[in-house]
C-alpha cells in the first residue's frame, strides 16, 4: 500500500462535520484525566485537522484532555519501537506497521482492549473483529490486542486511454484471473506494434522493498485457491497440495510475465511508492496496487483522474469471487501506560460510526471503513466511481484477515520478505518455481517454530 507525498493535492476538498454533536464521550468529566496519543499523520493536511476536529470535540464533551502528536510514518515506527523497548510508553499508538500489534502482543507488551471493540462489536466486518485479536505468548491466550480505525486492499487501477488506443475496449476485459492479465499483455503488444515502446501491460511488485510485493503475492495466491495458508487456528497448511500448487503458480506466473517483458524491468528494485509514480508517468497499462491513492493523488487533474478505471478482482479461473485481503489498522494501548481509561474513553468516541465516518471521509475514501454499515448508509461511498470499486471491493465484497491476526509468526514472514526473495530466485537465478517454493516452506517452518503457540 504506497502513501503518496504529495500533502496538498485534497486541501480545502472537504469540511467535517462536527463529531460532538453525534457522540458521546463514555465517562463523566468529574474523572477528567490526560492520555498521550501517538498518531501517524496524515496523507493530507485536511486528515490532521479532520484529527485534531476529533479530539477537540471530544475534550469539549468530557473534560478529558488528548495530548497528541502527529508523526509521519518512519519517525513513528521507529519512535514506537523505542519506546516499547525502553518502556518509556505513551497511552495509545497506532500500530505501525499494522502487524506490530500482533508481534507486541505474542511478547505481552499490550493491554486487551475487548471491552473498547466490544461498544462496536455489532458494526465491525467478521476481518475487522478477527484483525484485532492476538495471540499472548505470556499469558498464552488469544485476546483482542487492536482498536481497528480503517482498511485497505489492492484494486486494480488501469488506463482507459492506453487500453482504448491498442485497439481493445474496456468492456473486452475478462472476468476470470489469468485471462485478465492476459488480456493486458496484449495491450502491451498491439501498442508496441504501434511504436509504443515504453508501456508495458502489468504493474507487478515483485519486489523485496516494503509491504507491496507481500500483498501482490498474497493476492494471487488466494487467486488460486491457497487463501488458507494459515488459518484462523495459527497453523499453517503448507503440506496440503492444494496450498502447494497455487503458491508454486503464485510464484511462476508473475515471475514469467517479467521474464517475458510485460512487467517494467526495474520493478524488482521498487519501493512502495515507485509503482505509483511509473503508473502516472503511463509506464503501464495496469497497476495491482493497495488504496486509491493513485487516484486521490491527482484529483485536481481532472483529465487524468477520469481516465483511470478503478477495478476490484477478477474472478478466480473456475469462475469464483476471489476475497481480497483486508489490512486492517489497529490502535493499540501499551502496557505501561499511565491513563488506560483515558486512552480508552478516547477510542470508544473514536470509533463511534458516524465519528469515524466523517474522519474516513476527509481522506476521500483513500482508507475505507471497518464497518460495513458506515457504506451501506452513507450514499458518498458509492458516489464516486474509483471511490465506489474500492468500497464495494475491500467493504461489501469478501475478505480476509492478514495472516498475521492468525499468527505473528507471519510478520516476521512478511517483514523479511519470503516470497518475494523466491520470486527474485527465479528471476535471477532461473531457479524453477518448484525449488524456489520448497525453499520459502523450509523458511517459513523455521520461522514459526520460533513463535509457539499453546492454550493454556
Known sequence: MTLPTRRSVLRGSMSLVAAGAIARPYISNAAAKTA???????????????FKKVVSDYEKASGNTIDFSLIPYAPHRQKVVSAITSGEVPDLFTAN??????????????????????????QYSETALLSAQAYDGVAKKRGTYGIPIIGAVLPHHIWKSLVEKSGRKISEIPKTWDAF?????????????????????LGLQITTNGVDPNN????????????????????????????????????????????????????INWNDADDNNAFHSKLMVMDLDGTISTEVAIIKKKEDYDDILTMGLPLSNDGKPVP????????????????????????????????????????LGRNIPVMPSIAKNDPWWLADPHR?????????GPTYPAYWAFNPAYAEVQNTHVWGTAWLD??????????????????????????PIAES
Not at 501499551?334 to 476527509?362: C, H, R, S, T
Open 388 to 396: 465506489k470499486a474500492y468500497t464495494e471491493q475491500g467493504v461489501l
Open 324 to 363: 481480497s485481503q483486508l489490512t486492517v489498522t489497529n490502535e493499540v494501548i501499551p502496557k505501561g501506560a499511565k491513563n488506560i481509561e483515558v486512552a480508552k474513553d478516547f477510542m470508544k468516541y473514536f470509533i463511534q460510526p458516524e465519528v469515524n465516518n466523517e474522519w474516513l471521509k476527509v481522506g
Open 36 to 50: 498521550t496519543v501517538w498518531w501517524v499523520q496524515g496523507f493530507a493536511q485536511e486528515e490532521d485537522v479532520a
Open 97 to 122: 506497521p499494522s502487524e506490530v500489534s500482533a508481534l507486541f502482543a505474542y511478547q505481552g507488551k499490550l493491554v486487551d482492549v475487548g471491552d473498547v471493540v466490544e461498544t462496536q462489536k455489532t
Open 426 to 451: 527465479i528471476i535471477q537465478n532461473g531457479t524453477a518455481p518448484e525449488k524456489a517454493a520448497e525453499k520459502a516452506y523450509k523458511q517459513v517452518e523455521a520461522i514459526f517454530a520460533k513463535y
Open 216 to 267: 501482490t503475492f498474497h493476492y494471487w495466491l488466494a487467486a488460486y485457491g491457497g487463501k488458507d495458508l494459515l488459518t484462523k487456528d495459527g497453523k499453517l497448511h503448507l503440506d496440503d497440495p492444494a496450498i502447494q500448487q497455487a503458491v508454486i503458480k503464485a510464484l511462476a506466473n508473475p515471475t514469467t510475465a517479467y521474464k517475458q517483458g510485460f512487467v517494467p524491468p526495474g520493478a
Open 181 to 201: 492479465y492476459d488480456f493486458f499483455k496484449d495491450v502491451q503488444t498491439k501498442l508496441r506494434a504501434q511504436g509504443e515502446r515504453n508501456v508495458y501491460g
